[in-house]
């Protein structure tokens, strides 16, 4: 039987509760067989990181360091260059043609699918997962897939929206935890906490290694 694998993309500048609990919660709905974070080396549609790709790969790891659920993915800070989503889950599917993948996405960020580099090739590859995220906005799933990616999307099992070739998209409910990066980075830079928004681990790398401060590593 094909393991289902899902992915959770992204900066993690730093990695952050809210990310973990929403990958927990995709996976149990959904029935899959574990979920690997993969941090990017460049990212092209967000502004420039913080810290470097490889403290931001150390704090994934260490974040899901003893959940045999989560695993981590070095594959586009390796890769160098701008992050395309269309080279990592071609070289996922390169490893194993046999796996179903599922790509995880903010709804705040899979309403631009449409301009992504080759979206219908992104499709053919995964089933895409999109989470709601606080103030992100709240427009009809099934609406923006019809009017902005394929007319043909319509209802299908389980909460899915399908194409007729069988490429899927769906919307899972997760509980919406305030938490950004970018506050995190505003509260270190400030002296202030940050317990309680990133796993401990990560907490105690911030702090040894100086990140986000004016006077730390980059």
């Given at each position: 039987m094909a393991s289902l694998l899902g992915i959770c993309g992204g900066?993690?500048?730093?990695?952050?509760?809210?990310?973990?609990?929403?990958?927990?919660?995709?996976?149990?709905?959904?029935?899959?067989?574990?979920?690997?974070?993969?941090?990017?080396?460049?990212?092209?549609?967000k502004k420039k990181v913080q810290a470097s790709a490889e403290h931001r790969l150390e704090m994934v790891r260490l974040a899901v360091a003893g959940h045999p659920e989560f695993a981590v993915s070095d594959l586009e800070i390796v890769r160098g260059g701008a992050s395309r989503t269309v080279d990592t889950l071609s070289h996922l599917?390169?490893?194993?043609?046999?796996?179903?993948?599922?790509?995880?996405?903010?709804?705040?960020?899979?309403?631009?699918?449409?301009?992504?580099?080759?979206?219908?090739?992104?499709?053919?590859?995964?089933?895409?997962?999109?989470?709601?995220?606080?103030?992100?906005?709240?427009?009809?799933?099934?609406?923006?897939?019809?009017?902005?990616?394929?007319?043909a999307f319509a209802p299908a099992e389980d909460g899915w929206f399908r194409l007729p070739g069988g490429q899927g998209v769906r919307h899972v409910a997760t509980t919406l935890l305030d938490i950004s990066s970018t506050d995190i980075k505003r509260r270190v830079?400030?002296?202030?906490?940050?317990?309680?928004?990133?796993?401990?681990?990560?907490?105690?790398?911030?702090?040894?290694?100086?990140?986000?401060?004016?006077?730390?590593?980059?």
């Amino acid at each position: 039987m094909a393991s289902l694998l899902g992915i959770c993309g992204g900066t993690f500048d730093p990695i952050h509760l809210a990310h973990l609990r929403a990958a927990e919660e995709v996976a149990e709905e959904l029935g899959l067989d574990k979920v690997v974070f993969i941090p990017c080396a460049t990212p092209p549609h967000k502004k420039k990181v913080q810290a470097s790709a490889e403290h931001r790969l150390e704090m994934v790891r260490l974040a899901v360091a003893g959940h045999p659920e989560f695993a981590v993915s070095d594959l586009e800070i390796v890769r160098g260059g701008a992050s395309r989503t269309v080279d990592t889950l071609s070289h996922l599917l390169k490893q194993d043609p046999d796996r179903k993948l599922f790509f995880f996405l903010g709804n705040d960020q899979f309403f631009y699918l449409h301009t992504w580099y080759q979206p219908m090739r992104l499709l053919e590859m995964a089933d895409f997962v999109v989470m709601d995220r606080p103030s992100s906005p709240r427009w009809d799933l099934l609406d923006y897939l019809q009017t902005e990616v394929d007319q043909a999307f319509a209802p299908a099992e389980d909460g899915w929206f399908r194409l007729p070739g069988g490429q899927g998209v769906r919307h899972v409910a997760t509980t919406l935890l305030d938490i950004s990066s970018t506050d995190i980075k505003r509260r270190v830079a400030a002296g202030r906490s940050i317990s309680f928004l990133v796993p401990q681990a990560v907490e105690d790398y911030i702090k040894t290694m100086k990140l986000y401060t004016n006077a730390g590593q980059k």
